[in-house]
């Protein structure tokens, strides 16, 4: 397994990162068996929401004695101090842990901000000296959003839909993040169910360095492709580049 940096964050992820908001889907067993076979392969970061509070707690019961292995994310969409600290502690709680790895806000139109009146993003800071998370970042389908975002400076990582089928304008907001040292978390990789090549989805991903790719496996079978082409990855030659190129060109 490959490690790198997640931008200033200074955290050392794989580059296989575990999606987990699908998890409640295959039933708590599965959940268990896919979990630690990919904290076995060497998958340290696993990435879970509030609002998949099922997801969420089969996460933290898969990961509960080797918590401390592993780097934990999830997020909150909430728009004040109470709420936020509310959502907080049942996620500390679910998860298992006293303390969250990054802890996102997920948003389609506001970036909250240092010293604005909102005093959502000052909230988030607080419980960042408090120790209750380590790092702080930001998610968001909203390209506009995302870039204010990252060109603020506050976010440490940014969470965003990218993959081969994505808007070409999408591939300048991963140059921006290597920019600003913006960790680049790359989610639905394979465009929210278009893709059913996973090779040249893999394969396109895996040229950005700075890109971690949210691989959601919800069964044994399709963590075990995720890890193949890890252990494999596709050869970038002028078929695989020709191939992207039609796909990305039929889908925009």
């Not at 929401?49 to 401390?68: H, N, P, Q, T, V």
């Not at 901000?113 to 000052?122: E, I, Q």
């Not at 940014?158 to 600003?180: G, T």
Request: aromatic share 12%; with cysteine.
């Amino acid at each position: 397994m490959e490690y790198v940096r997640l931008g200033k964050t200074n955290l050392l992820v794989s580059r296989v990162a575990f999606g987990a908001m699908r998890l409640k889907e295959g039933g708590s067993d599965e959940a268990a068996l896919v979990v630690r076979k990919a904290y076995d392969a060497g998958v340290n970061f696993f990435d879970t929401s509030r609002k998949r509070e099922g997801s969420e707690k089969l996460l933290g019961d898969a990961l509960f004695d080797i918590r401390k292995n592993v780097f934990l994310s999830t997020t909150t969409s909430a728009l004040n101090l109470n709420d936020i600290r509310e959502e907080l502690e049942q996620s500390l709680l679910t998860l298992h842990t006293d303390f969250v790895d990054l802890y996102q806000f997920e948003t389609e139109h506001f970036v909250p901000l240092p010293g604005y009146n909102d005093k959502v993003y000052d909230t988030l800071l607080k419980f960042k000296k408090e120790g209750k998370i380590r790092h702080i970042g930001i998610c968001t389908q909203d390209y506009d959003t995302a870039l204010k975002a990252v060109e603020s400076g506050a976010y440490e990582t940014l969470q965003f839909p990218f993959s081969l089928v994505s808007p070409v304008k999408y591939s300048n907001l991963v140059k921006k993040c290597d920019e600003m040292d913006v960790g680049f978390i790359a989610m639905q990789p394979l465009g929210g169910g278009l893709l059913e090549n996973i090779p040249l989805a893999f394969g396109f991903l895996n040229q950005f360095e700075n890109v971690i790719p949210l691989w959601g496996a919800t069964k044994e079978d399709e963590l075990n492709q995720i890890l193949y082409f890890n252990e494999h990855p596709p050869v970038i030659d002028e078929k695989f580049e020709n191939d992207v190129e039609k796909l990305r060109n039929f889908f925009n």
